[in-house]
Nanobody, 118 residues
Framework: QVQLVESGGGLVQAGGSLRLSCIAS????????MGWYRQAPGKQRELVAE???????TYADSVKGRFTISRDNAKKTVYLQMNSLKPEDTAVYYC????????????WGQGTQVTVSS
Protein backbone atom coordinates (compact mmCIF):
# COMPACT_ATOMS: atom_id res chain seq x y z
CA GLN A 1 0.00 0.00 0.00
CA VAL A 2 1.34 3.42 -0.98
CA GLN A 3 1.53 6.22 1.55
CA LEU A 4 2.24 9.85 0.64
CA VAL A 5 3.34 12.09 3.50
CA GLU A 6 3.56 15.85 2.97
CA SER A 7 5.52 18.31 5.08
CA GLY A 8 6.71 21.90 4.95
CA GLY A 9 3.47 23.81 5.22
CA GLY A 10 2.98 26.70 7.62
CA LEU A 11 2.26 30.37 8.06
CA VAL A 12 4.22 32.87 6.00
CA GLN A 13 3.89 36.54 5.12
CA ALA A 14 3.06 37.63 1.59
CA GLY A 15 6.19 37.68 -0.52
CA GLY A 16 7.76 34.88 1.47
CA SER A 17 8.73 31.34 0.50
CA LEU A 18 7.96 27.79 1.55
CA ARG A 19 9.17 24.42 0.33
CA LEU A 20 6.79 21.50 0.47
CA SER A 21 8.00 17.91 0.42
CA CYS A 22 6.12 14.68 -0.20
CA ILE A 23 7.69 11.30 0.54
CA ALA A 24 6.24 8.15 -0.97
CA SER A 25 6.51 4.65 0.43
CA UNK A 26 5.65 1.23 -0.88
CA UNK A 27 5.69 1.85 -4.61
CA UNK A 28 7.85 2.12 -7.68
CA UNK A 29 8.00 5.90 -7.44
CA UNK A 30 9.88 6.68 -10.63
CA UNK A 31 7.20 5.49 -13.08
CA UNK A 32 4.48 7.75 -11.74
CA UNK A 33 3.54 11.34 -12.40
CA MET A 34 3.60 13.33 -9.17
CA GLY A 35 1.38 16.32 -8.66
CA TRP A 36 0.65 19.04 -6.14
CA TYR A 37 -2.98 20.07 -5.80
CA ARG A 38 -4.56 22.60 -3.48
CA GLN A 39 -7.98 23.29 -2.05
CA ALA A 40 -9.00 26.59 -0.52
CA PRO A 41 -12.09 26.91 1.69
CA GLY A 42 -15.25 26.81 -0.39
CA LYS A 43 -13.37 26.03 -3.60
CA GLN A 44 -12.71 22.94 -5.66
CA ARG A 45 -9.40 21.14 -5.50
CA GLU A 46 -7.15 22.33 -8.32
CA LEU A 47 -3.91 21.31 -9.93
CA VAL A 48 -0.96 23.47 -8.92
CA ALA A 49 1.89 21.64 -10.65
CA GLU A 50 2.83 18.19 -11.86
CA UNK A 51 6.00 16.43 -12.98
CA UNK A 52 5.97 13.29 -15.11
CA UNK A 53 8.26 10.30 -14.90
CA UNK A 54 10.19 11.92 -17.73
CA UNK A 55 10.41 15.18 -15.71
CA UNK A 56 8.14 17.21 -17.95
CA UNK A 57 6.37 19.83 -15.87
CA THR A 58 3.01 21.58 -15.97
CA TYR A 59 1.95 24.57 -13.88
CA ALA A 60 -1.29 26.36 -13.21
CA ASP A 61 -1.23 29.84 -14.76
CA SER A 62 -1.64 31.38 -11.31
CA VAL A 63 1.70 29.98 -10.08
CA LYS A 64 3.87 30.11 -13.20
CA GLY A 65 7.14 31.88 -12.53
CA ARG A 66 6.68 31.61 -8.75
CA PHE A 67 6.47 27.87 -8.00
CA THR A 68 8.85 25.09 -9.05
CA ILE A 69 8.15 21.37 -8.86
CA SER A 70 10.97 18.84 -8.77
CA ARG A 71 11.50 15.21 -7.87
CA ASP A 72 14.25 12.98 -6.47
CA ASN A 73 13.51 9.39 -7.49
CA ALA A 74 16.24 7.96 -5.27
CA LYS A 75 14.55 9.54 -2.24
CA LYS A 76 11.00 8.90 -3.55
CA THR A 77 10.31 12.55 -2.89
CA VAL A 78 8.63 15.36 -4.79
CA TYR A 79 9.12 19.01 -3.87
CA LEU A 80 7.24 22.23 -4.44
CA GLN A 81 9.29 25.38 -4.02
CA MET A 82 6.91 28.29 -3.56
CA ASN A 83 8.26 31.83 -3.86
CA SER A 84 6.59 35.24 -3.86
CA LEU A 85 3.64 33.79 -2.02
CA LYS A 86 0.33 35.64 -2.11
CA PRO A 87 -2.67 35.49 0.24
CA GLU A 88 -4.62 33.75 -2.54
CA ASP A 89 -2.15 30.85 -2.33
CA THR A 90 -3.64 29.99 1.07
CA ALA A 91 -5.00 26.44 0.91
CA VAL A 92 -4.45 22.87 1.94
CA TYR A 93 -1.84 21.43 -0.42
CA TYR A 94 -2.07 17.77 -1.39
CA CYS A 95 0.48 15.49 -2.96
CA UNK A 96 -0.83 13.07 -5.58
CA UNK A 97 0.54 10.05 -7.43
CA UNK A 98 -0.89 8.88 -10.75
CA UNK A 99 -0.08 7.69 -14.24
CA UNK A 100 -1.90 10.57 -15.91
CA UNK A 101 -4.86 12.81 -15.14
CA UNK A 102 -7.08 11.01 -17.66
CA UNK A 103 -6.86 7.79 -15.66
CA UNK A 104 -7.27 9.69 -12.42
CA UNK A 105 -5.39 10.09 -9.17
CA UNK A 106 -4.19 6.78 -7.77
CA UNK A 107 -3.04 7.98 -4.35
CA TRP A 108 -3.47 11.15 -2.29
CA GLY A 109 -1.53 12.47 0.65
CA GLN A 110 -3.23 13.78 3.77
CA GLY A 111 -2.51 17.43 2.95
CA THR A 112 -0.52 20.23 4.53
CA GLN A 113 -1.86 23.69 5.34
CA VAL A 114 -0.27 26.75 3.75
CA THR A 115 -1.42 30.12 5.06
CA VAL A 116 -0.16 33.38 3.57
CA SER A 117 -0.88 36.51 5.54
CA SER A 118 -1.13 39.94 3.94
Amino acid sequence: QVQLVESGGGLVQAGGSLRLSCIASGSIFSIYTMGWYRQAPGKQRELVAEITSGTSTTYADSVKGRFTISRDNAKKTVYLQMNSLKPEDTAVYYCAMYMDRVRGIKYWGQGTQVTVSS
